[in-house]
């Protein structure tokens, strides 16, 4: 699976910026989308998840000013950012989860994007 971002920007606080991360190969096997962010300094960390079965999961502080939405067919994820502060400052990453199953168990495979930079200015 190989995932592309874009959308990202330098954008004043209160702005919105709307990223998008485009997916390519073995799509069909994506259980799970979602973006991780990480800026200067700090680890990388989980801003939201949406699942095949559109289930989603939002980090504390991204509640209720960004939302995650998915297209049906796993090849495309996309984070609306509104009201964004200085500390939304990071690199965004795009992530994806494919499941394999096998007799035994479900082989699980973690897949990242190259990141797209959202710069916030106060």
């Known amino acids: 699976v190989q995932l592309v971002e874009s959308g990202g920007g330098l954008v004043q606080a209160g702005g919105s910026l709307r990223l998008s991360c485009t997916a390519s190969?073995?799509?069909?096997?994506?259980?799970?989308m979602g973006w991780y962010r990480q800026a200067p300094g700090k680890d990388r960390e989980l801003v939201a998840t949406?699942?095949?079965?559109?289930?989603?999961n939002y980090a504390d502080f991204v509640r209720g000013r960004f939302t995650i939405s998915k297209d049906n067919a796993n090849s495309a994820v996309y984070l609306q950012m509104n009201s964004l502060k200085p500390e939304d400052t990071a690199a965004y990453f795009c992530?994806?989860?494919?499941?394999?199953?096998?007799?035994?168990?479900?082989?699980?495979?973690?897949?990242w994007g190259q990141g797209t930079q959202v710069t916030v200015s106060s």
């Open positions: 949406t699942t095949s079965g559109r289930s989603t």
């Open positions: 992530y994806a989860q494919v499941q394999v199953p096998t007799i035994e168990a479900i082989s699980t495979f973690d897949y």
């Open positions: 190969g073995r799509i069909s096997d994506i259980a799970t």
